[in-house]
């Protein structure tokens, strides 16, 4: 009797490892037949994709590597306004804190003035004010000047500035010279007529809508190739001000 017990349980045994191989076999069978992709997330950038512009690079997630351009999602652009063309967000006075907060020495009624037209005429144009006066400041080191370009110049934005002998652009009032600011800007980034008149004196030396981010500024509005990245954080700044 006892025999026969343990002959049964060995037999059950036996079985139970027969169909354990059998299914290891046909897994192995399977993948080797269809091979099972386990999804990978990875980020490249393409700068031939999907971007409007060559001066933009455009980052991407990708499911799989063999997956076609047409499933490529665009995330991670700039938090910041990065074409040059468009809308500004920030109010005036949002503005005027800013700069005020960066040079607690310049003239509140100077700023409300100069802050304003860049509003007016960037929105005139077509350009967006908010990464005109980031520009402004970068240029005139938050209206501390200091370089080349003075005060009296009404120039903002560095025109004609370009070494010894040739400090720059002078203009007979504020108005003129942001005016001139957002038309040169307008000049790089679009191919669009002038709405105002004309009163740059350098608009005729660009050539029209070759640049349309703030990324291609550098090398051609500056030679200086940290120019966009030095614009972009006084954005960020501005935008968290």
């Not at 652009?77 to 949002?94: C, D, N, Y």
Request: contains cysteine; aromatic residues 10%; charged residues 20%.
């Amino acid at each position: 009797m006892a025999d026969t017990i343990v002959m049964r349980l060995l037999a059950v045994i036996f079985l139970f490892c027969i169909i354990a191989q059998a299914e290891i076999h046909s897994q192995i069978h399977v993948e080797e037949i269809f091979p099972i992709k386990t999804p990978r997330l990875f980020t490249i950038t393409e700068k031939t994709v999907l971007s409007p512009s060559n001066d933009i690079p455009v980052v991407t997630d990708v499911v799989f590597p063999d997956d076609t351009f047409s499933n490529i999602v665009v995330n991670d652009l700039p938090s910041v306004p990065w074409f040059i063309m468009g809308k500004g967000e920030l109010k005036a006075q949002h503005l005027v804190s800013f700069l005020l907060n960066e040079n607690k020495n310049a003239d509140r009624v100077f700023v409300e003035a100069l802050a304003a037209y860049y509003i007016v005429e960037a929105g005139k144009e077509g350009v967006n004010h908010d990464i005109a006066f980031a520009q402004m400041c970068l240029e005139t080191g938050f209206l501390r000047f200091g370089g080349l370009v003075v005060p009296e110049m009404n120039n903002f934005c560095g025109l004609g500035s370009i070494g010894p002998g040739e400090e720059g652009i002078w203009f007979s009032s504020v108005e003129l010279g942001v005016r001139a600011h957002i038309q040169h800007l307008k000049a790089y980034a679009s191919e669009d007529p002038l709405i105002g008149e004309l009163v740059d004196p350098r608009y005729h030396f660009v050539r029209r809508g070759s640049v349309f981010t703030i990324n291609g500024l550098a090398g051609t509005w500056a030679a200086d190739k940290l120019y966009a990245g030095k614009i972009e954080l006084i954005l960020h700044r501005l935008y968290h001000h």
